[in-house]
């Protein structure tokens, strides 16, 4: 298994729709996890940290599967602002590297 | 807001070169961070620094690569003589207290090696 393997993408909903991403990493011992929006050739911004077994902010809500090693991203509501790529993001337990997933790329359309 | 700030945006350069990139971490941070994105790619950890020294490097990180606090603002990365494949997007990073910590980036430098 990858260190952190995302869903390929593209996703192509349309404005209102609900998407969810997955996210599966191998390291058992992690204990954080984030997803990071990142614009076309721009920096990763955080968007929701994952310490346990889940976390919501609005539209988005994170869910975790410590047994399955597996995450998700549920967008509820779609707007074409979210149009954008989705890092799913493991620190290195004990370390100081953090590994990020090759991203989901979402395209919100009118 | 504080934030990570990048100085060049942009950076052009010969292959066989040596390039400098720069970096100003958050102020109250103590870890740091260099990665890069080629294009159409994953990002990808170079290296991790803290207390004056590099913490933890990947196997992209080879000798040509070097990382530098010189002054206790500045973050640098020097690539002595830059290949053609070093073209990307460079991003510095820093964080509070590492380790599960989030990271906070800088907007890049995109480096292109002619």
């Known amino acids: 298994r990858k260190e952190v393997e995302q869903d390929p993408g593209p996703f192509n909903v349309p404005e209102g729709a609900t998407v969810a991403f997955n996210c599966t990493y191998s390291?058992?011992?992690?204990?954080?996890f984030f997803w990071y929006r990142q614009d076309c050739r721009k920096e990763p911004k955080l968007l929701m940290s994952v310490y346990s077994s889940g976390n919501e902010d609005g539209r988005f809500t994170a869910q975790l599967n410590r047994a399955s090693q597996y995450i998700s991203l549920l967008i509820r509501d779609s707007k074409l602002s979210d149009s954008a790529t989705y890092l799913c993001?493991?620190?290195?337990?004990?370390?100081?590297?953090?590994?990020f997933g090759a991203g989901t790329r979402l395209f919100v359309k009118a | 807001e504080p934030e990570v700030t990048q100085t060049p945006s942009h950076q052009v350069t010969q292959m066989g070169q040596e390039v400098i990139l720069r970096c100003v971490p958050i102020s109250n941070h103590l870890y740091f961070y260099w990665y890069r994105q080629i294009l159409g790619q994953k990002v990808e950890f170079l290296v991790s620094f803290y207390n004056n020294e590099i913490s933890e490097k990947s196997e992209i990180f080879d000798d040509q690569f070097s990382v530098e606090r010189p002054d206790g603002s500045n973050f640098t990365l020097k690539i002595r003589s830059t290949k053609l494949e070093d073209s990307a997007m460079y991003f510095c990073?820093?964080?509070?207290?590492?380790?599960?910590?989030?990271?906070?980036f800088g907007s890049g430098t995109q480096l292109s090696v002619l």
């Open positions: 990073a820093s964080s509070p207290l590492g380790g599960n910590e989030k990271l906070f």
């Open positions: 390291n058992s011992a992690s204990q954080s």
């Open positions: 993001v493991v620190p290195n337990t004990g370390g100081f590297k953090t590994i």
